[in-house]
């Protein structure tokens, strides 16, 4: 059976292992190396960047990490785990490192106060009908490396046209929170690609 791992040190953690039981596939909280040593892919949930980072570093947890993600293990970020997934950041506090391998570049925070949380319906090329998203303090994608997939951006308000959840390979990332919805379309879009590698 195909194992998923939740980085759980921070984040919705539960609420992520739910909806991959939701689409059939065992999820496990990973804290430390030996646990992601036995999942094939991997949930970056939502949190705060900057602590997920300093957790990482001090469970040991962050170069096993960047190396199983360079090596081509598939992973799914949500919100601050896009933003621990993303090349390149802006708007990060100083020192701030991420695990890298999406060739994109990660706004922090980019829907700023008037828009900090919202909630929109996107459309996905891969599903029949509109994703309703929930994005709380919101990073969002401001460049795209040639690799990368577009999958959703943002149809109306203030922030039309921008860059919501992308695919480079193996690594699926999007700037709101597919774990809140009870729409588990996304984690079944994460497993199969998983099943697939």
Not at 145 to 173: K, M, N, Y
């Amino acid at each position: 059976m195909t194992v998923i791992g939740v980085f759980a040190l921070q984040g919705n953690v539960r609420e992520h292992l739910a909806m991959l039981a939701k689409v059939g596939v065992e999820g496990r909280p990973v804290r430390r190396p030996s646990e992601l040593a036995d999942v094939d892919g991997l949930v970056l949930p939502g949190g705060e960047s900057t602590t997920m980072d300093k957790l990482a570093r001090s469970f040991e947890l962050f170069e096993p990490l960047q190396k199983r993600i360079a090596d081509g293990m598939p992973v799914f970020g949500t919100c601050a785990g896009m933003i621990m997934l993303a090349n390149e950041i802006t708007g990060g506090i100083e020192g701030q490192e991420t695990l890298g391998g999406l060739d994109v570049t990660v706004r922090r925070n980019a829907f700023g106060r008037q828009v900090d949380s919202f909630e929109a319906d996107l459309t996905f090329a891969a599903f029949d009908t509109p994703y309703h998203a929930v994005f709380i303090r919101a990073p969002w994608v401001e460049r795209v490396g040639r690799e990368v997939e577009v999958l959703s951006t943002v149809s109306s308000g203030p922030a039309e046209g921008r860059i919501v959840a992308v695919r480079h390979d193996r690594l699926l990332a999007t700037s709101f929170h597919p774990e809140l919805t009870g729409d588990a379309r996304l984690h079944g879009y994460f497993a199969d690609l998983v099943r697939d590698h």
